[in-house]
């Protein structure tokens, strides 16, 4: 079976400074994986030349078996690529269901639109409660909810969340995972990046290590979660 995203010798350079040197990835359809490492190692570049946010120097990827590099960041989304960047980005003078909205700006079934709204409102019903707020008057948590409902708006394929419990409250990180395991359990692909590598690892597959922009371990998430300088490094023990 081939894979629903493969990655090849993937590079992202910013001036002099090599942020991505020669990664290979692969994320299979249904699957739950899993990108952690330092500050700096190279992740959210990953992904945002996934997204078309980046160019990259050098190397590529498939999605579904085609070459989506050519083509603009909007349409990456309409195939199927959507990314909950870090930060959010959320729109702060829009309601939260105009930032809803925004996120199936693409579609053309706009007749479902109700029922995808629904759906995320089924998710997140802090959203419904204050769907005619601003979003700039959220709390971080909201936004981040926010953030992950606009993308789902877009019926990803792949969904890839970039730092999603960053800058939040213990609580809320429990809400939002809670979250996205429901929408892994639904069919969507995820590729997660998370500083708190023991919550994406207890919900992810498989996971991948990065370093200095490279790729240092590949292994299933179970067996990172047991592996001697993951645990050193990541997870705050020495295993033992």
């Known amino acids: 079976m081939n894979p629903l995203l493969e990655v090849r010798n993937l590079c992202v350079r910013y001036g002099g400074i090599t942020a991505v040197d020669g990664v290979d990835l692969d994320v299979m ?17 990953t992904l945002k030349a996934l997204a078309g946010l980046v160019a990259p120097a050098g190397g590529g990827f498939t999605y579904g078996g085609q070459d989506l590099q050519s083509i603009p960041p909007w349409q990456r989304v309409s195939r199927g690529l959507a990314l909950v960047p870090e930060g959010r980005g959320v729109f702060n003078r829009l309601t939260i269901e105009e930032n809803l909205l925004m996120g199936a700006y693409h579609r053309k079934d706009s007749s479902a639109l109700p029922g995808e709204l629904d759906h995320v409102y089924g998710l997140f019903a802090r959203l419904h409660e204050r769907r005619h707020q601003q979003a700039g008057t959220l709390s971080g948590g909201e936004q981040q909810m926010l953030a992950i409902g606009r993308a ?32 892994a359990a639904e069919g969507v692909t995820l590729l997660l990046v998370e500083q708190n590598a023991r919550l994406a690892l207890a919900l992810s597959d498989r996971a991948y290590v990065m370093e200095s922009g490279r790729i240092v371990l590949v292994d299933t998430a179970a067996a990172c979660m047991e592996n001697p300088m993951v645990r050193a490094a990541y997870l705050g023990d020495g295993g033992g």
């Open 152 to 183: 789902l708006m877009s019926r990803p394929r792949l969904l890839m969340l970039d730092e999603p419990s960053m800058g939040l409250a213990p609580l809320m990180v429990e809400k939002i995972f809670e979250v996205i395991r429901k929408i």
């Open 29 to 45: 359809e249904g699957e739950r994986v899993t990108l952690i490492g330092a500050n700096g190692a190279g992740k959210s570049s």
